[in-house]
């Protein structure tokens, strides 16, 4: 028995413009409560949202005004990273391993994050000058992907927003945060980031990020109404739905 037979299983779960909300507590759910390895596309966010790290702090992060005026919520995820906006022109790709699913990948945030970048430079062979630095993943030096991760004592999760294209305005939102990594420089959010509309269809990415993951594991699709896991009753999520009157105390904090 060689190659693809001996690879270990990945569910891999197909969806288009599920909330983010709602993908964040499946996966949440997912990582804690299955013993299987996953991987989840979303197509597209049906309306924007920031989305911040477990950590994070909305006062040093967001420009609360604006989002209190614009009635934009705010979503503190499971797992560690920055902050982002997302809507339908985000893509997001996770995948959820047992720790011994991929061979000679130590369950640590480093070793993850370079096997992640091995796997994305496959997808982007050919296509761009695509390069893991420090955190993001890049075309030369604009971020177009996002990475943040979740390691338990049996089981890691890591996923990534995407972007297929942005709209600048909803780049305000967000603050330059204190802690950037070095290649950023001084730059704005405008000019640190770009879509991947410029290099390869939308359809295209999807279908070559999960060829990848095939030469890795064997790769088996399910619908989402076939998963089976425990009702919210039944699981308490860490990710959350920021209220308003948090944010308006944050904001008051900020003014």
């Not at 509309?197 to 070559?208: A, G, M, N, V």
């Not at 594991?217 to 399910?222: A, L, P, Q, R």
């Amino acid at each position: 028995m060689t190659g693809k037979a001996a690879a270990p299983l990945m569910k891999l779960v197909r969806l288009k413009g599920v909330p983010i909300l709602q993908q964040l507590h499946l996966e949440e759910q997912l990582l804690r409560t299955s013993s299987d390895n996953w991987c989840l596309i979303n197509d597209g966010t049906i309306s924007p949202a920031i989305v911040m790290g477990l950590s994070g702090k909305i006062s040093e992060l967001v420009e609360l005004k604006s989002v209190l005026r614009d009635h934009i919520p705010i979503i503190r995820r499971f797992t560690g990273g920055g902050t982002v906006i997302v809507d339908h022109d985000t893509i997001f790709v996770t995948l959820i391993c047992n720790k011994d699913a991929v061979s000679n990948v130590q369950p640590f945030p480093r070793p993850i994050m370079t096997w992640s970048g091995l796997l994305y430079n496959k997808v982007f062979e050919g296509v761009a000058d695509f390069h893991l630095r420090e955190n993001d993943y890049v075309f030369g030096d604009r971020k177009f992907g996002g990475n943040a991760q979740s390691i338990t004592k049996h089981r890691w999760v890591h996923h990534t927003s995407f972007l297929w294209d942005y709209e600048a305005k909803n780049m305000s939102y967000l603050k330059l945060p204190s802690k950037a990594p070095e290649y950023r420089l001084t730059r704005g959010h405008v000019d640190f980031i770009r879509g991947m509309k410029d290099y390869l269809p939308r359809s295209e990415f999807i279908e070559r990020t999960i060829k990848a993951i095939g030469a890795q594991f064997s790769v088996k699709s399910i619908s989402l109404e076939s998963i089976d896991i425990p009702s919210a009753s039944e699981f308490v999520h860490t990710t959350k739905l920021l209220t308003e009157q948090e944010i308006q105390e944050a904001c008051n904090v900020q003014t």
